[in-house]
């Protein structure tokens, strides 16, 4: 038979080109077992597995995994034995839950699941040596998302309270990132935190879609709004709703500034939005630009209590 290429869809992301962006990145592939020891599996997962096996090669291969964090991190200590400070590594691979449905059998989705450990950047003489934080791997996990994920924060047994978040999409959790909780740097013997990272994959497959805009005749117009609300009221929120409300000649709104301090009420903070005007048609006037602007501050006080600054 003839030789024929299998393309997949526009719309399709493959494997490879996801492997791809996270060795730009500096991540390796790795390969771990399926089997892991019963007290990793307790420490790591958010739902620890119960699928024992009856017949283990050893008891540090007792259970079947719900999360590929266990094997991440044998892998990580396995290097740091061996002097290697800097790991970044991702995996491919099923994971094992119990069974949901009344055939018994277990689900086993895919995921992709990774760990970077180390510095920002390599040592070299002109950068200073900073330890990766959740904000590097929070831009990797980022690139590998599709259209419309956002994330939140999250409660996860293994990870640090203020260093993690949960990914969604459509309106489901897809997956999880964040710094692994310090009370497990003792069972690892490790001297900082590593980074980890765990997505289902088959959202990862969706592919972005272009769509055509026209070529704007005018200039963007910027707005500044600082909006001082809670504390404990998160920015992603605030910002979701200010793009929203957005009318359609709103280009685009962007936080700039997060700042508590001087001339701010304690337990409160002031984020600042940079809103960008554009219309497509025609120049806005001021009385529009104003309109606007009163509109997404109206949103932001009905719905959080937020006050100019």
């Given at each position: ?20 962006r ?23 997962a ?22 590929l ?8 200590v ?8 800097q ?16 055939d ?7 995921r ?17 040596s900073?330890s ?18 956002s ?7 293994a ?8 990914v ?44 055509y ?14 909006l001082v609300?809670e ?6 929120t ?17 936080l ?21 005007i ?14 606007i ?16 600054r």
């Amino acid at each position: 038979a003839p030789l024929r290429a299998i393309h997949l869809p526009e719309r399709e992301r493959s494997r490879q080109t996801v492997a791809q962006r996270l060795q730009a990145r500096g991540f390796q592939e790795v390969i771990t077992y399926s089997f892991v020891p019963p007290e990793g599996e307790q420490r790591l997962a958010m739902q620890p597995s119960i699928l024992n096996l009856l017949n283990p090669l050893s008891q540090d291969l007792a259970v079947m995994r719900s999360t590929l964090s266990v094997g991440l991190m044998e892998t990580l200590v396995f290097n740091l034995k061996r002097k290697q400070e800097q790991v970044r590594i991702f995996e491919w691979g099923r994971c094992f839950l119990p069974a949901r449905d009344t055939d018994g059998l277990c689900a086993q989705p895919l995921r992709l699941g990774g760990l970077w450990y180390g510095t920002r950047f390599p040592e070299q003489w002109g950068i200073e040596s900073e330890s990766a934080d959740f904000f590097d791997l929070k831009g990797v996990v980022e690139e590998l998302l599709p259209s419309g994920a956002s994330f939140v924060s999250t409660q996860h047994p293994a990870l640090h309270p203020g260093r993690s978040a949960e990914v969604w999409w459509n309106g489901q959790s897809i997956g999880w990132l964040g710094e692994l909780h310090p009370r497990l740097g003792p069972s690892y013997d490790l001297s900082r935190m590593p980074l980890l990272f765990e997505l289902e994959w088959i959202p990862l497959t969706r592919e972005s879609w272009p769509e055509y805009g026209p070529t704007p005749r005018f200039q963007p117009v910027r707005r500044d709004l600082a909006l001082v609300v809670e504390e404990s009221i998160p920015a992603m929120t605030l910002w979701d709703a200010l793009r929203a409300a957005a009318p359609k000649n709103v280009a685009d709104i962007l936080l700039f500034d997060v700042y508590q301090g001087a001339g701010v009420e304690e337990g409160k903070k002031s984020l600042a939005f940079c809103v960008k005007i554009q219309d497509t048609e025609r120049s806005s006037t001021e009385g529009e630009l104003e309109q606007i602007c009163q509109e997404l501050i109206g949103v932001a006080e009905r719905r959080f209590g937020a006050v100019l600054r």
